[in-house]
């Protein structure tokens, strides 16, 4: 089993430190725009696990199992995710190119913005569907479980909900089918507008505090990687790109839960909406389809 980075800078090298003792894995492939960094991940971590030192390569060309993508430009307090649209897209051109898949590849995106970048992808790698996959809404369903957790003082290994949609500003919390302790959300008293706006601004914080997140996306993309490898059919809320009519929509690459195995995506699970999430969802799908038609 071979897994690919491209890009090592704060989430990159993140991955490589996390990913090293994984039994199933047996290369760790790395590229950056920036050999320097390459040079000093395999140093730093290699100190940190000696042991497993001969796993990591550094190479120009990537052609893993499983390709993990984080290179571009970071998001900054002061733009959106799909503000850098434009200037990442021309960064994964040069990415495609240093890449070397076969029909068994599957790709995860990071870079934002995930979803019309991961639209960019599919559409030019020449992979299925279920293969190339947007890290999109794990991180955002974690925040809202937290956020929830924080409010009400449950633990949150009991809340069962989900972020869809878009990982960035107009991502939908599914709150009709959050379940907290056996109960559904309604029964508890909670501003719901509020929770939306703390989840949609969690990354914010991180970046003015620290200059980006690095240990959230670091511990969800463990446990995607993990699915796939174990073939779990796990449920994430993914993007990727609807080649079949499904919750009225298609031919637009947005966040849905799915099952997720070897072959990446196993199953799209279609969750119940109510009449505003379908709503802006909908709404969410024709801007998504214009940026990247």
């Known amino acids: 089993m071979k897994v690919g980075i491209v890009g ?51 190479v120009g060309e990537v052609d893993a199992d499983i390709i993990i993508i984080t290179a571009g430009f970071p998001r900054t307090t002061e733009k959106t995710r799909m503000e850098l649209y434009k200037k990442n897209r021309k960064v994964m051109e040069d990415v495609l190119k240093r890449l070397e898949t076969k029909e068994e590849t599957i790709i995860i995106l990071l870079t934002n ?23 999109s809404n794990i991180l955002d369903t974690a925040r809202l479980k937290y956020a929830i957790s924080k409010e009400i003082g449950v633990d949150a290994n009991k809340i069962k909900t989900f972020v869809i949609g878009e990982h960035g500003e107009r991502m939908i919390p599914l709150f009709s089918q959050t379940i907290v302790d056996g109960k559904k959300l309604e029964e508890f008293d909670i501003d ?29 993309l463990t446990n995607l990687v993990d699915a796939i490898i174990n073939d779990t059919g ?55 389809k214009e940026m990247e038609s």
């Open 8 to 58: 090592v800078g704060r989430l990159g090298a993140q991955f490589v430190f996390n990913l090293i003792t994984n039994p199933r894995i047996d290369e760790i492939q790395i590229t950056d725009a920036i050999k320097g960094r390459v040079v000093g991940t395999i140093l730093d971590v290699s100190h940190a696990y000696p042991q497993f030192a001969e796993k990591l390569r550094e």
């Open 192 to 220: 719901k507008e509020e929770i939306e706006k703390e989840v949609k601004d969690g990354a914010r914080k991180i970046i003015e505090t620290m200059g980006g997140t690095q240990f959230g996306p670091a511990a969800h």
């Open 113 to 135: 913005p995930v979803e019309p970048l991961a639209y960019f992808l599919y559409k030019n790698s020449g992979l299925d569907w279920r293969r190339v996959i947007g890290f």
């Open 234 to 288: 796990e449920i994430f809320p993914l993007s990727f790109y609807l080649e079949e009519e499904c919750y009225g929509l298609e031919d637009v690459c947005i966040s849905l839960p799915v099952k997720v195995g070897s072959e990446g995506i196993k199953e799209v699970v279609e969750v119940e909406l109510n009449e505003d999430e379908r709503k802006r969802l909908l709404e969410l799908a024709k801007i998504l």
